[in-house]
């Protein structure tokens, strides 16, 4: 079975300043995706980022980056010149990669991240 | 592009009850959809997958007589809370995945819906 760790289920960031958000998972798979979702007031899942398993280079998405340890299960989210608008909880996800069928999504528990002005 | 809808937004119901919530994808196709329930200040629990033109596959702890799922084109599913009760309030948001291609993992997001059972 596949489980999903946050360990921080608070954070608070400075406007303007750069946060990182931990996440570690457990799997023996080797092919799968990672998922960063972030869900604001409204509750509206929205895609941040995702990183295929098989590549070796980060995900990159304006001021959102990944760093993906694939040896050391590790897959965290780095936020530069925080908004606002970043205060919503995120959510790491995780998911096998298959080549038919239903592949759904393992979700961790969730960091609510609080952008101070 | 990729849009999913869900109605109703909100809906309070008296216990016992049955109450359906639609989860249309608008401008693509979904062979796959999944049910998820959502907690106060939790994340996400996946219930069920909804396989269009055929049964639904149920988690562990789900009740299937309790929550029907039915998933009868390419662009809806819908989901039964049967007889409600107060415990079964929560927040259900569902998901679809494109048809397009077998090796798609990119999954679309309903906004949700908040059910209150009285």
């Known amino acids: 079975a596949q489980t999903v760790t946050q360990s921080q289920p608070e954070m608070s960031v400075q406007e303007a300043e750069t946060v990182t958000l931990s996440c570690t998972y457990d799997t023996s798979e080797n092919n799968y995706y990672l998922f960063w979702y972030k869900q604001p007031p409204s509750r509206q899942m929205i895609l941040v980022i995702r990183q295929e398993a098989y590549k070796q280079q980060n995900a990159t998405e304006n001021r959102f980056s990944v760093n993906f340890q694939k040896a050391a299960k590790s897959f965290s989210l780095k936020i530069s010149d925080s908004q606002l608008g970043d205060t919503a909880m995120y959510f790491c996800?995780?998911?096998?990669?298959?080549?038919?069928?239903?592949?759904?999504?393992?979700f961790g528990t969730g960091t609510r991240l609080t952008v101070i002005p | 592009g990729a849009v999913v809808s869900q109605h109703p937004s909100r809906v309070i119901c008296k216990s016992g009850t049955s109450v359906k919530i639609e989860c249309r994808s608008l401008?693509?196709?979904?062979?796959?959809m999944f049910w998820y329930r959502q907690f106060p200040k939790q994340s996400l629990m996946l219930m069920a997958t909804s396989n269009e033109g055929s049964k639904a596959t149920y988690e562990q702890g789900v009740e299937k007589d309790k929550f029907l799922i039915n998933h009868a084109s390419l662009t809806l599913s819908t989901l039964t809370v049967t007889s409600a009760h107060p415990e079964d309030s929560s927040f259900y948001i569902c998901?679809?995945?494109?048809?397009?291609?077998?090796?798609?993992?990119?999954?679309?997001f309903g906004p949700g819906t908040r059910l209150t059972v009285t």
């Open positions: 401008d693509f196709q979904a062979t796959t």
């Open positions: 998901s679809a995945r494109e048809t397009a291609t077998v090796f798609s993992y990119e999954q679309y």
């Open positions: 996800a995780f998911m096998k990669h298959a080549n038919t069928g239903a592949n759904n999504l393992f």
